[in-house]
C-alpha cells in the first residue's frame, strides 16, 4: 500500500534548520510532493517531484529523497513558515494515493 | 483567475448520499487529473478519490475507505467534476477540497463541508 509515515512534530528556533521526513515503501520508485498548510486554509505546494520549488516559494525549503525516506529541509526557518506539513505520494501498482499523517512544524 | 470553486456540502444524515462538485475556471481542465481530497475536523489530509484526463483513459481511483460508496466523474464541456456520496457514515464528516494540476502547477478549492450526523 501507498502509506507515509511523518513526525508528529518537529520544533525549531528561528533561523535554524528544520527537516521533517516522509518514509514509506513505494518511495523509491514515486515522486514525492510536500504540502504547507496554515490554519483555517487550503493547502500550498512547497515542493514537487522530490526536488523542485514553486516559483513563489523562498529558497529556504528544499527536497530531498533517498530510498524510502523523504526529506523536506527549512534551512533558517522563520515565524511565518508555522505550519501542518504534509507528504503526499502515489503508488500505481495499487492504484493508489496517500498523504503521510502530517507534521506539525513550531517555530520559537 | 485560476480558480477550483468546490460547492454541496450539507448537513446529512447517515446512510444518505449527497453531491458535490468542484466549477474549475481559468485553466485547461481537460488536461488535468481532478483529486478530492478531505479532512476531518483537527485531523490531517485524506485523499479520497481521483479521475484522470481523458488522455490518460479518464480513469477513476478511490481510498478503501469510501470504495463502494462514492463516485467520481467530470464533464470536461462543464469544467466541473462531480463527487457523488452514498450511504454516508459519520466518520465521512470532513472538509472536501478539490485540487488539480500537475507538477509545479497545483489548485485547491477553498473546500466544502461536508456533515453527517443524525
Known amino acids: 500500500s501507498c502509506e507515509l509515515t511523518q513526525p508528529p512534530s518537529v520544533s525549531v528556533s528561528p533561523g535554524q534548520t528544520a527537516r521533517i521526513t516522509c518514509s514509506g515503501d513505494?518511495?523509491?520508485?514515486?515522486?514525492v510532493y510536500w504540502y504547507q498548510q496554515k490554519s483555517g486554509q487550503a493547502p500550498v505546494l512547497v515542493i514537487y517531484?522530490?526536488?523542485k520549488r514553486p516559483s513563489g516559494i523562498p529558497d529556504r525549503f528544499s527536497g530531498s529523497s533517498s530510498g524510502t525516506t523523504a526529506t523536506l529541509t527549512l534551512s533558517g526557518a522563520q515565524v511565518e513558515d508555522e505550519a501542518d506539513y504534509y507528504c503526499y505520494s502515489t503508488d500505481s501498482s495499487v492504484n493508489h494515493s496517500a498523504f503521510g499523517g502530517g507534521t506539525k512544524l513550531t517555530v520559537l | 483567475e485560476v480558480q477550483l470553486v468546490e460547492s454541496g456540502g450539507d448537513l446529512v444524515q447517515p446512510g444518505r448520499s449527497l453531491r458535490l462538485s468542484c466549477l474549475a475556471s481559468?485553466?485547461?481542465?481537460?488536461?488535468?487529473?481532478v483529486n478530492w481530497v478531505r479532512q476531518a475536523p483537527g485531523k490531517g489530509l485524506e485523499w479520497v478519490s481521483l479521475i484522470r484526463s481523458k488522455a490518460y483513459g479518464g480513469t477513476t481511483e478511490y481510498a478503501a475507505s469510501v470504495k463502494g460508496r462514492f463516485t467520481i466523474s467530470r464533464d470536461d464541456s462543464k469544467t466541473i467534476a462531480y463527487l457523488e456520496m452514498n450511504s454516508l457514515k459519520s466518520e465521512d464528516t470532513a472538509l472536501y477540497y478539490c485540487?488539480?494540476?500537475?507538477?509545479?502547477?497545483?489548485?485547491w478549492g477553498r473546500g466544502t463541508k461536508v456533515i453527517v450526523s443524525s
Open positions: 481559468g485553466f485547461t481542465f481537460d488536461d488535468y487529473t
Open positions: 517531484e522530490d526536488t
Open positions: 513505494a518511495l523509491p520508485r514515486k515522486y
Open positions: 485540487n488539480m494540476g500537475s507538477g509545479a502547477f497545483d489548485i
